[in-house]
């Protein structure tokens, strides 16, 4: 457990970095969870104490994109729903299965989400057109991001690591609308699996660090609502680039340690 006044402060400003990563894109937890290894927690237990203490910060985030969310409410109850069975099927899974048993996967998640940001506008037009030949007008609701959803959400409940690019990729891709307006989305639907696994994790968790869970709650707060700032101001094609930055050194971290 976090011991002394210099770990705190170290936990404090990692929930700050984590809270406004998670705000623009998502990958938080790359900040936050060495921080906690650093300081004695064993993995899970770090793993555990680190989704608790970022639901505030989610919740934060969603509150710095209320206005990217007016009219998408249908949206967000039809792939929250999604994103909650998925979450409780992640925690379950990080309580059951060995420690590492995603190591080699999640990586591999990671890159495709990637690589889907990077492909995601001519992919959009396509699906569009393919939709408009048809006799449909854009693209909204296609059968796989449902499922798709459904497993990231099960990412999110067990680890969560740059789920928020994955998330935006296949959002992306899957609904026409601005970038501003799915990273809200984004960010609903990671509260969902955030919060949903908390209270897994809260009713069978046998280790909680209650300390670093109010230090991270605090710092990722007060940085989502900075990063929500900083992601409504970014352009569409830096924005783009900001994801792709992060995902990159994401698939990095996770190769190393």
């Not at 006044?5 to 938080?28: D, F, K, P």
């Not at 492909?119 to 693209?139: D, F, S, Y």
């Not at 459904?150 to 994955?166: D, E, N, R, S």
Request: no cysteine; glycine share 12%; charged share 10%.
């Amino acid at each position: 457990m976090i011991s002394s006044a210099l770990e705190a402060v170290a936990v404090l400003l990692a929930g700050v970095a984590a809270g406004t990563i998670n705000a623009v894109v998502g990958s938080g937890t790359l900040v936050t969870f060495p921080v906690l290894l650093a300081a004695g927690l064993p993995p899970v237990t770090a793993n555990v104490s680190n989704n608790l203490g970022l639901v505030p910060g989610s919740l934060s985030a969603v509150l710095g994109h209320r206005r990217e969310l007016v009219g998408q409410g249908r949206r967000v109850l039809r792939y929250g729903i999604a994103s909650l069975l998925g979450s409780v099927l992640g925690a379950l899974l990080l309580l059951r299965l060995p420690a590492g048993a995603f190591d080699a996967v999640v990586p591999v998640l990671v890159g495709v989400g990637v690589l889907l940001v990077i492909l995601g506008p001519p992919l959009q037009r396509r699906v569009a057109r393919r939709k408009a030949e048809r006799g449909g007008t854009g693209h909204e609701n296609p059968w796989w991001l449902w499922p798709a959803v459904l497993g990231t959400g099960v990412y999110g409940g067990y680890f969560g690591a740059a789920q928020g690019v994955i998330l935006l990729a296949m959002l992306g891709i899957g609904i026409a609308d601005t970038v501003q307006r799915l990273n809200g989305v984004k960010n609903a639907l990671a509260l969902v699996a955030n919060a949903v696994a908390a209270v897994v994790f809260l009713v069978v968790a046998e280790e909680i660090d209650w300390w670093a869970v109010l230090v991270i709650a605090v710092g990722s707060a007060i940085g989502a609502q900075l990063g929500s700032v900083v992601a409504r101001r970014l352009p569409p094609v830096v924005f783009r680039a900001v994801i792709v930055a992060v995902g990159v050194v994401a698939i990095v971290v996770l190769l190393v340690t």
